[in-house]
């Protein structure tokens, strides 16, 4: 069981945003990508869930190609995300925005719902408990009815990311989590992500922050204007001297006054 991404090329006009770039993710498994700006992270999540069409490649859930469903239908596939700028009703209270992660699962119809019969009062009431337990979980449940327009960003970020989790995905694509949350946020967030990912789901983690990627992740990949720099676990991915100096801004002078 796999989510694999493979030679995936996106090109917008002349810019090839992402140039062969393959990736899998295991169920239970956490993966990072990482590079600086610009260099085709997000565009890759794009391709996968299919916000933008890509130009090769191939994306595959057990063997099985996504290229010819829509985003919402990759999600019933058991793919979520969050966005890097997450997008929300400024209107809408923080449970129900949860809530929203919910409605690809639903089981009971449009009329079902309307006519409030038994089956669709028992899936909501499971809904919202659901939610509850979720909004627990992220340290949200005192802001359950505030508005969306009322939170700082680290909570609207972790709203997101619990948002995406009420989708009950195999496979949680979350595009820099923990950009603007606190020390303590973070926290909360790493936890919640091995929880997700210990219940046997397959999290692909795009973050900034390294200290945070090699605390989560076993295996990362590398990008560098939309091609695969290196691979590999955090050891052998931060001990690579190109990569120190490119993106951890490690010279060598540095290296050996530390020594
Ligand atoms: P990252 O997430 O690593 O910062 P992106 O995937 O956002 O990088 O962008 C990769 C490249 O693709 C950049 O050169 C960016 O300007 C370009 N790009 C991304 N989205 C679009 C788009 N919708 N239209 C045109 N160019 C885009
Ligand atoms: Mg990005």
New binding site residues.
Partial sequence: MKLEACNVV?R??G?V??DDVSVALAPGRIVSVV????????????AITGL?PMAQGEVRIDGRSLLDLPMNKRVRRGISRTF?TPRFDPDMTVRETVLCGYFPLRRTGLLAVCLQTSAARREAAEMHDRCDALLESFGLAAYARTPMSDLPIGQIRLVDVARAAAAQPQYLLL?EPAAGLTTAEQTMLSNEVRRVAASGVGVLL?EHNFELVCQLAEHLIV?ER?RMLLEGTPDVVSADPFFRRAYLGVTEELEGAAA
């Avoid at 700006?37 to 565009?43: D, E, L, P, Y």
Wanted: proline content about 4%; cysteine-free.
């Fill in positions: 996106v917008f006009g810019v945003a992402v590079g600086p700006n610009g260099s085709g992270k997000s565009t890759l999540f794009n933008v890097q595009d795009v990008l939309g």
